[in-house]
């Protein structure tokens, strides 16, 4: 366990689920959308357990908790090891649910599910090499779950989005460029090879090229990351 990490309140309802042996619990405040917030964030999950399983590899821990918390409007949630918190918008407490308040409990729910694979099991430096896991995490929000398949690069990024949007452009080119067949392999590889260990970029780099050293993959490698990260 990386980080320990608890939430407390006397006003939380729980209801919990089984998919694979694992027990997922939702912690949520009532409301006039609870019902609908607790089978939705419950839900994805499920979902997300299963298909993060299938292409990485299976959940360390018997359990997993999620729980709405307080944070900034520009905060989808936080992971740690067993536990994800999922940003308390006014979801559970509007008369009528919006579109974009069902997508923003999939999009965080997700996203912070898939870093029970990447960074709290297969864990790395977050100040010097963030996007290893949120780069992954949004990789695996938006492409893994299917939410937003990316086409191109964007030409600029903020530089708080650079760990999250340039690695999941990243993630998204090196798929394309092994095809999805090779990629999924190197990422299990990856995945069993550094479970419940630290990784670094040069490790993670080490296990793409054994899997698929072409022109193309290195060349992508050397327009992402500079070469300090590789020695």
């Known amino acids: 366990m990386r980080d320990f990490a608890i939430v407390a309140s006397n006003k939380f309802k729980v ?7 694992i027990k997922i619990n939702n912690y949520y405040y009532a409301g006039k959308s609870a019902k609908i917030y607790n089978q939705l964030a419950k839900q994805t999950a499920v979902d997300s357990i299963k298909l993060f399983t299938k292409k990485y590899g299976p959940y360390p821990y018997s359990e997993l908790d999620l729980t709405e918390s307080p944070f900034s409007s520009d905060t989808g949630g936080m992971e740690y090891s067993g536990l994800v918190m999922i940003a308390q918008d ?23 599910v898939a870093h029970q694979w990447f960074f709290n099991t297969v864990g790395n430096d977050e100040y010097t090499e963030p996007w290893l896991d ?6 695996s ?10 086409n191109k690069i964007p030409k600029k990024y903020d530089k708080t989005d650079t760990a999250y949007n340039g690695g999941k452009s990243f993630y998204s080119l090196l798929r394309y460029l092994m095809g999805e067949k ?20 040069k490790d993670f780099i080490a296990i793409i090229k054994k899997h698929d050293n072409s022109k193309a993959v290195n060349d992508l490698i050397k327009r992402y990351i500079s070469p300090k990260y590789l020695q």
């Open 15 to 21: 209801s919990s689920t089984k998919i694979n042996g």
């Open 182 to 201: 090779k990629f999924d392999q190197a990422m299990r590889d990856y995945y069993q090879t550094y479970y419940l260990k630290q990784a670094t970029v």
């Open 134 to 139: 949120e780069g992954m995490a949004e990789f």
């Open 90 to 112: 006014t979801f559970a407490r509007k008369k009528a649910a919006s579109k974009e308040d069902y997508d923003s409990v999939i999009e965080n729910v997700s996203h912070e």
């Open 141 to 150: 929000e938006d492409i893994i779950f299917d939410l937003s398949p990316i």
